[in-house]
């Protein structure tokens, strides 16, 4: 079945340090890729996505390129900031014949002024 | 404007009660989701609907029991709650499965 795996948390940093969340996966065919953030006390929201291989998705300063010779959906910011503080999920959906979504365990990521 | 909305947003009940989640979106969109989200933030698919048909099930207890009555409600049914039922649930909707998910902001229930 398909599984998205995801970097245990929660990572520390200090404001505007470089970030990186790995996050790889397996599924059949070709997924479309998500990554969600979740702040504390609120529901998820898309980030950014990316829908066939070596596209990249950008949102808000993060990016994340798919990679499917690599089968990863890695989250990268140059420059975090506070207010970044949050748990991040990736997932994917649509692969094979299947839609059914697929979330990794989260990553919660704490940026210290 | 709130696009996807629960009600109520907490909800403290005993064991063995029956309750229901009521969920509504105004996107447009033709599926929906519910979820569960335990305390470590693993989020659970539990059921999905798309035009009122429901198209996922995941191993969900039979005491759980979705309903659609149109394409923006989505509602969910406990009976004979149990502890293990504490949790946070979130309902999501999306135009077409596959497509990016809009989110709720979440239940949360606690079973005493």
């Known amino acids: 079945g398909n599984s998205v795996t995801q970097m245990e948390g929660p990572v520390t940093l200090s404001e505007e340090a470089f970030l990186t969340i790995n996050c790889t996966y397996t599924?059949?065919?070709?997924?479309?890729l998500f990554w969600y953030v979740q702040y504390p006390g609120e529901g998820l929201q898309l980030l950014l996505k990316?829908?066939?291989?070596?596209d990249k998705g950008s949102n808000k300063g993060f990016e994340a390129t798919y990679r499917k010779e690599t089968t990863s959906f890695h989250l990268e910011k140059g420059s975090v900031q506070v207010s970044d503080s949050a748990v991040y999920f990736c997932?994917?959906?649509?692969?094979?014949?299947?839609?059914?979504?697929?979330f990794g365990r989260g990553t919660s990521l704490i940026v210290h002024p | 404007d709130t696009a996807v909305s629960q009600t109520p947003k907490y909800l403290v009940t005993q064991m063995g009660n029956d309750k229901s989640i009521k969920c509504e979106q105004n996107l447009g969109h033709d599926t929906m989701y519910w979820y569960k989200q335990d305390s470590k933030k693993f989020l659970k698919i539990m059921f999905s609907y798309n035009n009122k048909e429901l198209i996922i099930n995941e191993t969900v207890p039979n005491r759980f029991s979705p309903k659609s009555p149109d394409k923006a409600h989505l509602n969910l049914h406990i009976n004979s709650l149990e502890l293990g039922d504490s949790a946070v649930y979130f309902c999501?909707?999306?135009?077409?499965?596959?497509?990016?998910?809009?989110f709720g902001p979440g239940t949360r229930l606690t079973v005493t």
């Open positions: 599924a059949t065919g070709y997924p479309s």
């Open positions: 999501a909707s999306s135009h077409g499965q596959g497509s990016e998910q809009y």
């Open positions: 997932a994917l959906t649509r692969s094979g014949g299947s839609y059914i979504p697929t």
């Open positions: 990316a829908t066939k291989a070596d």
